[in-house]
Structure formats: C-alpha cells, structure tokens
C-alpha cells in the first residue's frame, strides 16, 4: 500500500454551515471565519486563514478554548461527565470487555471480530521481551531512581534498537512499532520495579493475559511458584482501560507535537511519559496517596480543605479537578465502584479509603469546590486501588503509561495518517523588549550581586 493511499482526510462529518464574523473595533474591518461542525459536542471556529486575511493571531494559553486538530479517536462532554471510545462509553468498555479488546478499538476504530481478536492477542504477546542489549541499560541507572526517569530513558532508547520499526511513512512499521509499544511497556515497567527492589528480572509468559503477564512481570520471582488472582487481574485490566485514552490531554498533545516533526513512535512515546510524570497530570494519583498520609485522620480534613482554598497557598487537593470534566469524571465513578469491589473482595482495611471518602464527601458539599466545579478526577481513587492491589505509590504513573500508550500511539497513527497534518507550531504573543543596540561587556553597569550561579559551587569554584 502507498503512502498516497494511507493518508486520508479526517473531515468534519457536517459542511460548513454558519459562520463568526470578527471585527476590528479600532479599524472597522471584518473578517468572516466559518464554523465546522464535528459528529457531535461544540462546533469550532475554523481559523485557519485568520493570520494571512487579518495580520492577528488568537491568543489562548494552555489551549482552553482550541482545537489543535480533527480526531475520531475519544469524544468528551465535559459539563455532562461523558466519555466515547470510538464511540463506546468507557462504563461498557470497563465493564465488558479487556484492554486488549480496546486496544485493538483504539488503533483500527472499530471492536475486533473473534478471529481479528485472537490475531492481535497473539501479535502483541509476542512483541514482549526487551532485546537484550536494553535489558544492560538498567544497570547504568541508580537503584533508587524513580521508575518514570527509567521509562524515560528506556522506552525512548527503543528507537535505538528497533529501526526496521521507524520508518514512519510506511504503515506497516507503523503498525509494528505500535504493537511493540504496547507489548513492551508492561516488561520494561516491571523491570523498572525489579531493579529497584534488587530482583531478577523474569522473561515475559506470552500464554498470559496482558494484566496476568503484568502481574507476574512485577511481583513474581524466579524460586517460587507464581499464583496469579483473577480478581487482581481484572481490576488491573479495568484500571488499563480507564487510563487508554484521553482526547487531547498533555501527554498525548506532547506525542503528536513531537510526532508532527516527523520524529520516530518510540521517541515520541518517550516525550509523552515525560509529560505524563507531572503531578497536574498522571503523577496525581501518586501524589494524592501521599497527600492521604499527610493529612493521616479525619479531624485534619478541614484544615487541609482551609489549604487548598487559600490563594496564598499553593496546596491542592490532589485528585480533585479536571481541565474538561465540570462534572463527575466518568472514569472516577468506575475508579469508585472497582476501589470498593477489590477492598472487600481482598479483605483489605485500608484506613486511607475511609479517609478519602471523608475527604470527597466533605468537599463535595463545600462552596468552594461546588462553585469551581471541582469533583474527583480518575486519580483520585487509583492510588488506593493499586496499593491493595500491592503496587508501590511510585509506580503508579508508570501504570498509567502502560495504560496510555496505546492511546498515544492511536493519536499518532491518526496524526501521520491525516491530510490535514502539519508541524504543529503555535504562535505567541511577544512581551519582551523592543529593538535595542547591543552594548560590549565593558561598556554594561557593574552589579555588586553575586552570579546567580554561586549556590552550585557554594560560592567556591575550587571546593570540589
Ligand atoms: N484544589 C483546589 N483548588 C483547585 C483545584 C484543586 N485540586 N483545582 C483547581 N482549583 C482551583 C484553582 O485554584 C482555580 O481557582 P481560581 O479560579 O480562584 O484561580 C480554579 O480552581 C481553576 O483551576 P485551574 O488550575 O485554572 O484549572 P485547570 O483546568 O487549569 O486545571 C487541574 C486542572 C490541573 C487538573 C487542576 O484541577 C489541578 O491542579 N488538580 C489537582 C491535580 C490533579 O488531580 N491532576 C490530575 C488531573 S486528571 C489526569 O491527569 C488523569
């Protein structure tokens, strides 16, 4: 197949139909901006041209109010708690089906038939193993370093090994580096974790589901017998699939701004974990467990709450508050629900769910979060689920990753295969200095300030 034939236009199921007219109050010119309309949710205004017919660029930073591209992949409504795979509701997807079944959904757009179902299984199973060369990396890391700088490096140095998978104008490389993505987070995660813990690292089972082979991967050894909880399973492959895909989120806008550049699926990837690790972003749901055992017992929510209220302090309650979700998150009421059946399921008493729930009760019926709209987002019960589960709170966001590749890659996939894609360069708003001339070193005032730079040497170059 040629590259020709691959590329197809992503339109906009509805003709242009109305359309903005922006004026100029200073000058009194006008320009008319057509309105697109997607299959469902808001209709945009098509700016394209804006630049070249007015000389004015739009001004919106963090992207409120912009869409950086057409996409068929996820849909959310926001106001209403609402998210589509392909059109499916993420409630059906959770509850019905595994993550390879929405894998699979994700990267071709529709639900696999049984025999196209048993071909991926097969095909991702068999993409496991790490070559063995980049298993030696680990050992150039530090033992304590956190997994997600391991991920970093290690998924972005698979672009290194794996070049008959880089030829991003062919789609069949394409597809080969997607699937060895997805097959390969779960062992490179998992050694991430053995290396910590100073184990050895097991080979992948590829007769194992993707959440059994996961499990095993991270908590098996190699002198005992591996018995693997179907409940544990489940409630891995479920939290996988809340975590597959998100729309136009940082991680996944930092892998096709990376992928718009041409750059290869592996570093793009790479790019992605990096935004991911934040704690506004995927680092929340380790970040909400440490919050928990900050605030340690109920009579201290109040204060905590009084934090997170007052402008001059920078706390946040973690796990609370989305960027689009102005309602429920649609993934946290499932988050919910699973934290609850694996809790009693395992016979876990953890403390720390009765202190969240506390939290979320109270602060659901307080002004301030009621007024902004701040409900629990998907890591806010996370966290407490993969600890029953019997992850540690820093591998948290290295789940998520696992979960997310496959969405990233999706988005990727669709970006390269789009007509309408381009290098994505946003524009600014400059408010530096105007044209000035430049003045020799000799010439500058003299400052009695010490270099901005003492605090590295302590103020003594020679102390080393
Ligand atoms: N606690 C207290 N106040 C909050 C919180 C919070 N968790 N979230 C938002 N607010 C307040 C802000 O202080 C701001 O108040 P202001 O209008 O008085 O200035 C207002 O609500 C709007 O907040 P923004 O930061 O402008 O909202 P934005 O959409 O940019 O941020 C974000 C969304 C980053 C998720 C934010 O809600 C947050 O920091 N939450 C905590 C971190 C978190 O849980 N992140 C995970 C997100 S889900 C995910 O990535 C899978």
Not at 86 to 110: N, S, W
Not at 293 to 319: C, H, V, W
Request: charged share 20%; net charge negative; hydrophobic share 35%.
């Amino acid at each position: 197949m040629t590259e020709a034939t691959q590329r197809k236009r992503i339109e906009p199921v509805q003709a242009v139909r109305h359309s903005f007219t922006l004026t100029d109050n200073e000058t009194g010119e006008s320009w008319e901006l057509p309105t697109i309309h997607g299959s469902i949710g808001p209709k945009v205004i098509d700016i394209r041209k804006l630049y070249g017919q007015s000389g004015v660029f739009t001004y919106d930073p963090g992207f409120t109010s912009t869409a950086s591209c057409s996409s068929e992949i996820t849909y959310i409504d926001g106001d209403k708690g609402i998210l589509l795979h392909r059109g499916y509701p993420i409630d059906q997807l959770a509850e019905k089906t595994d993550f390879m079944d929405v894998c699979y959904l994700l990267l071709h757009g529709e639900l696999p038939s049984p025999e196209e179902k048993s071909d991926f299984d097969t095909n991702i199973s068999q993409h496991t193993m790490l070559h063995e060369q980049l298993v030696r990396f680990y050992s150039g890391f530090v033992r304590s370093a956190h997994p997600m700088a391991i991920m970093v490096g290690v998924v972005g140095a698979l672009s290194a090994f794996y070049h008959d998978s880089t030829n991003i104008k062919d789609p069949m490389q394409r597809m080969v580096a997607a699937h060895r993505l997805i097959a390969k987070m779960p062992t490179i995660g998992a050694y991430a974790f053995k290396y910590s813990l100073g184990q050895p690292f097991l080979y992948p089972e590829n007769q194992l589901s993707y959440s059994e082979n996961l499990l095993r991967l991270m908590f098996a050894v190699p002198t005992e017998d591996y018995e693997i909880n179907p409940i544990v399973a489940r409630a891995l492959d479920r939290i996988l699939i809340l975590h597959a895909d998100h729309e136009q989120n940082a991680s996944t806008s930092t892998v096709r701004l990376a992928g718009s550049s041409q750059a290869n699926p592996f570093a793009c990837v790479a790019a992605g974990i990096a935004s991911l690790w934040g704690p506004a972003h995927g680092g929340a749901n380790e970040a909400v467990l440490n919050m928990l055992d900050e605030i340690g017992t109920r009579d201290r929510i109040s204060k905590y709450l009084g934090k997170a209220q007052d402008p001059e302090d920078n706390f946040r309650l973690m796990g609370f508050g989305h960027r689009v979700y102005k309602n429920h998150d649609p993934r946290a009421k499932v988050m919910r629900v699973t934290c609850h059946e694996v809790l009693n399921e395992l016979g876990v008493q953890d403390p720390t769910l009765e202190l969240a729930m506390e939290l979320e009760r109270i602060a659901l019926e307080d002004d301030y979060f009621v007024e902004k709209k701040l409900y629990p987002n998907v890591d806010f019960y996370s966290g407490i689920i993969l600890r029953a589960l019997g992850f540690p709170t820093n591998m948290f966001t290295v789940l998520f990753s696992i979960g997310r590749t496959v969405g990233w890659i999706a988005h990727w996939k669709e970006m390269l295969e789009s007509s309408e894609s381009k290098i994505g360069r946003p524009r600014q708003l400059y408010v530096g200095n105007e044209p000035r001339d430049f003045t020799a070193v000799a010439q500058r005032e003299h400052t009695e300030k010490k270099s901005s730079w003492s605090w590295l040497w302590g103020g003594n170059r020679n102390s080393d």
